[in-house]
């Protein structure tokens, strides 16, 4: 079973702090994602990678950086973060893309609040 | 553009109860069609996928979705629920990206 964990579970920081979540899967997957879960929006993609060195835009970038550091970690930067992002954010993996995979693995979220 | 709605954000039923997710995506191709499950404090889980053949396609712990083309819909059903059931379930759709609806809070009465 593909695993796929996220730190921290929970994170508060303050307006125009610096904020890394952190993204490890376990299976060699070859795409990685970030997303944004809102109330009334669903899940949205922010960035998506599909191997160690690769980053790929979202639908809601703005504000967000990412890098894949090797097949098994992902990170999500906010370099001055907003109240704006607060959210549920969370990481996942796939071995093909998108609607072409099997499913994608999730892992259990960041609760991130920026205040 | 493609979207997915889930015109009901939240449903209760009572255990034991049928229940009916409602699901509709915006897509002028048959795209892959998909539920998640989000139990608390967890990630979401795929309950079953749908691209083609038969309209009605089983998924895990006897839940089930059908395919309508002409209603553009992928409605999730349960002959039965239990309270377990409790969750928020996603519809998600896609031809290349997989596009998510906005959920919808299930809560099981007992």
């Known amino acids: 079973e593909a695993a796929v964990t996220q730190s921290p579970r929970n994170k508060v920081t303050v307006t125009g702090g610096n904020v890394t979540l952190s993204c490890r899967q376990t299976?060699?997957?070859?795409?990685m994602y970030w997303y944004r879960q809102d109330t009334g929006h669903g899940l949205r993609l922010i960035h998506y990678?599909?191997?160690?060195?690769?980053?790929q835009i979202g639908d809601v970038p703005d504000g967000y950086k990412a890098t894949r550091t090797t097949q098994e970690d992902f990170f999500l930067l906010l370099e001055l973060a907003s109240p704006s992002q607060t959210s549920l954010y969370f990481c996942?993996?796939?071995?093909?893309?998108?609607?072409?995979?099997?499913?994608?693995?999730f892992g259990s979220g960041t609760r991130l609040t920026v205040l | 553009a493609q979207s997915v709605t889930q015109p009901d954000a939240r449903v209760t039923v009572s255990e034991g109860a049928s229940l009916q997710l409602r699901c509709k995506y915006s897509?002028?191709?048959?795209?892959?069609l998909f539920w998640y499950v989000q139990y608390p404090r967890q990630g979401l889980q795929m309950l079953l996928k749908?691209?083609?053949?038969?309209?009605v396609v089983q998924g895990v712990n006897g839940f089930e979705a059908e395919f309508s083309k002409s209603d553009s819909s992928f409605h999730l059903r349960k002959a039965s629920v239990h309270w377990s059931d409790s969750a928020v379930y996603f519809c998600?759709?896609?031809?290349?990206?997989?596009?998510f609806g906005s959920g919808t809070q299930l809560t099981v009465m007992p």
């Open positions: 749908y691209y083609s053949g038969d309209p």
């Open positions: 998600a759709s896609g031809s290349w990206q997989l596009i």
């Open positions: 996942a993996s796939s071995e093909e893309w998108g609607a072409f995979a099997e499913t994608l693995y």
């Open positions: 990678s599909y191997g160690a060195g690769n980053l």
């Open positions: 897509y002028s191709a048959t795209p892959y």
């Open positions: 299976n060699s997957h070859n795409y």
